[in-house]
């Protein structure tokens, strides 16, 4: 069965869809929300990369084709990231583009690769003249734009810091320097312990030889004693 759309609908559906075709070969993101829409471009061709500064702008309508220009809305832009966490608030400023005039525009910067949605949200300064609205826009950010550095992510964790380490400012000991000292412990324990003195042996000799002495002094006293001599 055929889905009928309200009349309203399919006229601001038209209207969004004839403007973006102003720019051929350009696939603009639309978004409808009651009886007001927009169409998302991002400068240049509708791609954006991270680390640069990127202009955009909103093509807002309501039923009916009527343009509903910056000063007749009371707007917001947030840019959030893919943990929903908002990341940006553009200011936004009245330009023209493709056609329209004084539309909403914003200059954001992804801070990294990867998915992002753009919230646009507003409420007439004039009430009644259309819903207030909220129009949410995905993007892709698939490249580093040139000599940008993409923005650390709050998701990642932060490193462990490792321990310092003293550094000695001598320089390690040369091969020539070691053989050297590995040949004066080989020199140390192959030399001989000196004798033991042999002087500790004098004194006992000369204490045997004068009793030697004394006692042959004594055999030849008592020797040249003769009987005769008793008498």
Known sequence: M????????SLLLATLLGGAAMAPAIAHDVQIADDVGATLHIEPNDIARAGEATDLW?????????????????????????????????????????????????????????AYELRLAGSPQQAGAFTPFELSFEVTVASLAPGAAAAPSAHDE???????????????PSETAIAASESEVSQTAETPMPPVSSTRWIAPAIGVGLVIVVGLAIAIISGGRSPRGEE
Do not use: K, W
């Open 2 to 9: 055929a889905v009928l759309f309200p009349l309203h609908r």
């Open 58 to 114: 909103f093509a807002l309508t309501q039923a009916g084709g009527q343009v509903i220009p910056l000063a007749a809305c009371d707007c917001t832009l947030t840019l959030y990231d893919s943990q929903a966490t908002a990341v940006e608030t553009p200011t936004l400023t009245a330009m023209s583009a493709e056609g329209f005039q004084n539309i909403p525009g914003a200059t954001v910067t992804f801070p990294q690769v990867g």
């Open 158 to 172: 932060t490193p462990a810091t490792a321990p310092d380490v003293a550094i000695s400012d001598e320089p390690p």
